[in-house]
């Protein structure tokens, strides 16, 4: 996904795992995307998980297009 938004002149900034970790919960990273989305520190995020992920995202004031 990130060279594909790259191809196509998006700047990309990962704040996804690195490497798999079992322990690891989606939150860990999501908050963070959230967050940036919400502060203006990025103009878009992408999550790509199942209906977690969105719910999460959303309940963070300003991360969710109005």
Not at 7 to 29: C, I, K, P, T
Not at 51 to 62: D, P
Request: with cysteine; charged share 20%.
């Amino acid at each position: 996904m990130a060279k594909r938004l790259q191809g196509m002149s998006h700047q990309v900034v990962h704040l996804g795992a690195q490497v798999l970790n079992r322990e690891d919960d989606y939150l860990d990273f999501l908050l963070p995307l959230a967050k940036a989305v919400a502060e203006g520190n990025v103009d878009r995020g992408v999550a790509i998980c199942g209906v977690g992920a969105s719910v999460g995202a959303n309940k963070i004031a300003g991360a969710r297009p109005q």
